[in-house]
């Protein structure tokens, strides 16, 4: 019997979702995808994704800072007739303002040497760790936590801009946050609030969570959702602000965090910018790795604040210059723009700049970052595990022929990002093509026998459940976890399964099923289960596929490794034999060893860093050619010695050495 699942499909609403302006001239909003979710059968649901397949599957094997992010709109068209003239000509001005103020600074940039700015670093003042400081947090913190608190109140109060908290996920960066604002806000007339937490859509129930479970007495906004309910919320504001006494200095406002996602906090930035906050804090701060984004240049902009504080538990995915921006985002003024240090080229690279000595400085001054093994000496110890998986004869067929069919676009360097999604699929599992299961779907043992990775995860989970493990099971695909749905239904195992279709407000009773032990495998997709869920219940991690970003992996594995954690936690990674997957994880490894040298014991090597930007800087390289080719010699020679095929031409064995 087929199993039932659930299919999203996404369009444009056509509404136009414009709200009254009132006090703060708000923003024109842009009206909300229309999402249906209909159950589908998964031979059904394969067949209609196929058109969307290579949009779907683009993000999972291209870098993050080569994903162009949505601009935000300038304009919607105006519901009231003779407003939208005037609306037009406010932005014309915001506009010209905006390119004025770009060119003041273009034509006011001081060049300063390497040197210099290293010496103003250095000299920079630390902050006193063992400084004092009062909260109303309801909750003991860890002697780490306690310490985080100090660090963020010294720098608050030597008047310093911002500051990066730079834990290993699972460590409580989100307490600390709110026991910093709670010492703030006794400390003095300023206060703390208002402020934001700008944070993936994700998390922001965890955020509202959080608070009222450590700070009862904090009030706690959530924008969000659609029209309406972001026009109440604007509404409530406005009346809070009306009530205002006179003779009061700052307006009252209806909340004391006002918490938001980064998507919303772009796109009704005209919102936002009216406020002057206390303290803005960005979750996942990696978001603003680029300072040529329009995430970067909107919120270090227009969001005014007092102090900044950056929480990412990965300040380094890809290359050193990331993490440049995360310093420039907290202190432009100690961190300007690499621009600004060489007259005669575009910038210089951050990695000539960050030397050893500059980076224990920074780890003081700007940056905290402590990991489990040194803060959390109580966790129980985990294990990683990589099980290499030798292609099955159909898979090994495939991979040779997807191979065949894209040489000549691949070697011309087009066409690359669609192979290597074809490839993976195939590692993963030869049902993800058209064509290739047997019709009319039925249930059997052909399920897992047909893929390598899908017969190992079997025979896993026959030792592991047995034992009263429970597994969580990671896949960057949800067509894979489609096919993986069928099998556990075919072995009678329960599971419940998190991806992106599922809402927000679901998300939670998710979780509350596997916690109270209604399933024993919990499946999720790497992104959208990676962030926000703690699931200590479980204490083994499968990944049935690496995401190509090593850093997402880490975030999703630490879903189960973090505080509260009481047995030892087993990290499985299925990997293909001699394929591309292989090759993807050497490129993890790498990319991991580049941000553990720079975060880790200060300067990257040269060659590190040369090699981390040359693989990010052309997704159609050598780099990526090579990790289509990885291995396919040995493919070949299985398939031959086995009978499997004919045997390759002269030509086809060329593809290893291209």
Not at 58 to 75: H, L
Not at 171 to 183: D, N
Not at 236 to 256: I, N, R
Request: net charge negative; hydrophobic share 35%.
């Amino acid at each position: 019997m087929c199993g039932r699942r659930t299919l999203v499909k996404k369009g444009v609403s056509t509404e136009s979702d414009r709200v009254s302006p009132f006090f703060f001239s708000f923003p024109l909003l842009q009206p909300p995808l229309a999402v249906s979710i209909v159950g589908r059968g998964r031979k059904m649901v394969r067949r209609e994704r196929r058109s969307d397949e290579d949009e779907m599957d683009i993000d999972e094997i291209v870098p993050d800072d080569q994903v162009d992010e949505p601009e935000v709109e300038s304009e919607v068209e105006a519901e009231y007739e003779g407003e939208e003239e005037e609306e037009e000509e406010e932005e014309d001005v915001e506009k010209e303002e905006w390119a004025e103020t770009k060119r003041r600074k273009r034509e006011a940039r001081t060049v300063q040497s390497p040197a210099e700015w290293r010496e103003r670093v250095l000299g920079s003042s630390l902050p006193d760790i063992s400084i004092e400081f009062e909260h109303d947090v309801k909750h003991s913190l860890y002697p780490h936590q306690k310490e985080g608190v100090a660090w963020l109140f010294s720098l608050w109060s030597m008047g310093r801009r911002g500051g990066i908290l730079a834990d290993e996920m699972g460590l409580g960066k989100t307490i600390q946050s709110l026991s910093f604002l709670s010492a703030i806000a006794k400390a003095g007339k300023a206060g703390a609030f208002p402020s934001i937490v700008i944070c993936p859509l994700t998390l922001v129930d965890n955020w509202q969570a959080e608070a009222a479970r450590f700070l009862p007495n904090l009030k706690v906004k959530l924008y969000r959702g659609g029209k309406e309910e972001k026009q109440a919320v604007r509404e409530e504001v406005f009346e809070s602000v009306k009530a205002t006494p006179a003779g009061q200095l700052d307006p009252a406002y209806p909340f004391d965090i006002i918490v938001t996602s980064y998507e919303l906090a772009v796109k009704d930035i005209d919102f936002f910018s009216r406020f002057s906050f206390r303290c803005a804090i960005l979750d996942e701060a990696q978001r603003v790795k680029n300072t040529a984004s329009v995430t970067f240049l909107t919120l270090h902009n227009l969001i005014r604040r007092s102090f900044s504080l950056l929480l990412t538990g990965t300040p380094i995915q890809n290359t050193v210059d990331e993490f440049w921006s995360l310093l420039h985002f907290v202190d432009d003024a100690l961190f300007p723009p690499l621009s600004s240090f060489d007259a005669d080229t575009p910038s210089v690279p951050a990695s000539s700049l960050l030397t050893s000595e500059v980076m224990e400085h920074i780890q003081r001054s700007v940056m905290m970052r402590r990991t489990k093994k040194g803060a959390m000496k109580s966790l129980p110890p985990k294990l990683e595990v990589v099980m290499r998986c030798p292609l099955k004869a159909g898979q090994r067929k495939l991979y040779i022929d997807i191979l065949s069919k894209n040489k000549g676009d691949v070697l011309k360097g087009a066409n690359i990002s669609n192979t290597l999604v074809q490839l993976r699929k195939c590692c993963n599992h030869p049902y993800l093509f058209d064509g290739v299961e047997p019709e009319p779907f039925c249930e059997g043992d052909h399920l897992f026998e047909a893929s390598a990775k899908s017969d190992a995860l079997v025979r896993l989970l026959s030792v592991l459940l047995p034992a009263r493990h429970r597994v969580l099971l990671f896949s960057t695909m949800t067509q894979s976890l489609d096919i993986i749905q069928d099998i556990l239904e075919y072995k009678g195992i329960s599971y419940v399964r998190l991806d992106g279709s599922v809402r927000g407000d679901d998300r939670g009773s998710v979780v509350r099923a596997f916690d109270e032990d209604s399933a024993s495998v919990f499946l999720l997709s790497t992104r959208a289960g990676g962030l926000g869920l703690n699931l200590v219940s479980a204490d083994t991690v499968i990944f049935f596929d690496s995401d190509w970003n090593p850093q997402v992996d880490l975030q999703a594995e630490e879903r189960a490794y973090r505080i509260g954690q009481k047995k030892p936690v087993l990290v499985i990674r299925l990997c293909a034999k001699y394929t591309v997957d292989e090759a993807i994880l050497q490129r993890a490894v790498r990319k991991l060893s580049l941000a553990e040298t720079v975060i880790g014991t200060g300067q990257p090597t040269s060659t590190s860093a040369q090699a981390s930007a040359g693989e990010e800087g052309e997704g159609e390289g050598t780099s990526i050619r090579s990790m289509l080719s990885f291995g396919l010699s040995t493919v070949v020679r299985q398939a031959e010695e086995r009978g499997e095929g004919e045997e390759s031409s002269e030509e086809e064995r060329g593809w290893e050495g291209g």
